[in-house]
């Protein structure tokens, strides 16, 4: 005699953890998805703007002023572009306030007013004295990161449901 055995039980419970995944926790126990996924972008947001000075299309910043550069050099400043106190492209800012739910994960830039205004002349630019450069955006860096960090989450949440 044929038996049909279903394991929907096992998948059900499987399903049920992953439409909560930005919850899920990924690495540590106070960690979650949403959590990682918000690092990866500020991370990721930090080296194209900082390290390669290039906005999220990938095309470089405009050059600083003459006397903007000069200015940073007499003050004592580094010549890297949308750097100088470090407050506004620092990790605290670039992390800001998080809003994490089952299906969601988002992040308001910044800590503060004063951060959030210099994001806003260096996104938007100041005309007749700052060009636009924009770097508060989703960009390659960020998706491909994000793509592989889902995965190694999904395989562990799946693992997990396989182990009972």
């Not at 909560?20 to 990682?36: E, I, K, Q, V, W």
């Not at 550069?69 to 949308?82: C, E, F, N, Q, S």
């Not at 910044?110 to 924009?134: D, L, V, Y």
Request: proline share 5%; charged share 30%; hydrophobic share 35%.
């Amino acid at each position: 005699m044929a038996t049909v055995k279903s394991n929907y039980p096992e998948i059900a419970r499987g399903m049920d953890e992953l439409r909560g995944a930005f919850n899920m926790h990924s690495r540590g126990r106070y960690r979650t998805l949403g959590d990682d996924l918000l690092d990866v972008l500020a991370q990721a947001i930090f080296d194209q703007t900082v390290n390669y000075q290039r906005d999220p299309d990938n095309t470089h910043f405009r050059p600083l002023a003459p006397s903007t550069l000069a200015r940073k050099r007499r003050l004592g400043y580094p010549d890297t572009i949308g750097v100088e106190t470090g407050e506004m492209l620092s990790m605290p800012q670039l992390t800001g306030q998080r809003t994490i739910t089952p299906r969601m994960a988002s992040v308001v830039y910044g800590e503060n007013e004063s951060a959030r205004q210099k994001a806003e002349w260096f996104q938007e630019g100041r005309k007749g004295k700052q060009p636009a450069r924009r770097f508060f955006e989703i960009n390659p860096l960020f998706e491909k990161d994000m793509e592989t960090l889902i995965d190694e989450v999904l395989d562990l949440a799946v693992d997990r449901v396989a182990m009972g």
